[in-house]
């Protein structure tokens, strides 16, 4: 048993130790914590580096990102790159083949106004064009009032102009031809009412127009003013000299029979 008047040692000094080595730790514990966060000097990464650019960032491209791809290198050579990129050109179509010409024929002649007859087919008057005609061999026949026929023989082709040019001989209107004529067509005489039928005959004499009809006449050629054919609307016309007018037509299919009596007699009758 201690005695009263001893004196206690005192109890602050070892807390005091205690509170100094919790210090110390402390502080040792904030410096590895300060060690390990500090840069260790390695490079920064371009990727955490700010852009140097003031341009906005592409919409395909994060914000955050400035990095850029760089472009791919292309192994081929200039020549095979050219060679790659040009596109082939599309072939040209063969030129079409024109139509072939239309086949046609063209009579001319020396006589506007001429009669023109293909195998005594009428086609016209000259000068004339037409394509109702048929390729090959063919008889053209050319007539006009007052002057002789040209009869020819052509050859029409396929395709294109069959182009003749006629020179109609002069009249050649003699004695002799007149005394030689002898032609004959029956014919219908068109009244201002109605018509009457018969026979119109053509000799050296002159005209004879030959019916039971009232109508029936004779008129010699030098008295014969007008006498004209029209082979569309198959007349044939007939004026005495300061006198009386007749119209005739045919009953045929065509005015071919009125065309050649005209023919004949007008070849032969005097100027």
């Avoid at 919790?22 to 852009?51: E, F, K, N, Q």
């Avoid at 090959?136 to 009869?151: A, K, T």
């Avoid at 010699?220 to 007008?226: D, G, K, Y």
């Avoid at 045919?250 to 009596?261: C, G, K």
Wanted: charged share 20%.
């Amino acid at each position: 048993m201690r005695s009263l008047e001893e004196p206690e040692a005192p109890r602050g000094r070892g807390l005091l130790w205690i509170l100094l080595g919790i210090a110390m730790l402390g502080g040792l514990a904030v410096w590895y914590v300060a060690d390990r966060s500090a840069p260790t000097g390695r490079p920064v990464s371009p990727s955490a580096t700010a852009p140097t650019s003031d341009a906005p960032p592409s919409s395909n491209v994060p914000p955050s990102s400035t990095e850029r791809n760089a472009p791919a290198t292309d192994p081929r050579t200039p020549v095979e790159r050219a060679a790659r990129s040009t596109v082939p050109a599309r072939p040209m179509p063969p030129p079409a083949t024109p139509p072939p010409a239309a086949r046609e024929l063209r009579v001319t002649s020396d006589v506007p106004g001429a009669y023109v007859f293909l195998d005594r087919k009428f086609l016209g008057t000259t000068p004339l064009t037409s394509r109702d005609v048929t390729p090959g061999p063919h008889q053209l026949n050319v007539q006009v009032e007052g002057r002789p026929p040209v009869v020819r023989s052509v050859d029409i082709t396929p395709e294109g102009v069959t182009d003749i040019a006629v020179t109609l001989p002069a009249a050649a209107s003699t004695p002799a031809a007149a005394a030689a004529l002898a032609a004959e067509v029956a014919v219908v005489h068109q009244h201002a009412v109605g018509s009457c039928e018969g026979t119109l005959r053509a000799s050296g004499d002159g005209l004879r127009y030959e019916t039971t009809h009232k109508d029936a006449f004779s008129l010699p050629l030098a008295q014969v003013e007008t006498f004209t054919i029209a082979y569309t609307e198959k007349r044939l016309r007939l004026k005495q000299r300061g006198g009386r007018t007749w119209n005739f037509t045919t009953r045929a299919a065509t005015a071919d029979p009125l065309f050649v009596f005209h023919r004949d007699v007008d070849a032969a009758r005097p100027r």
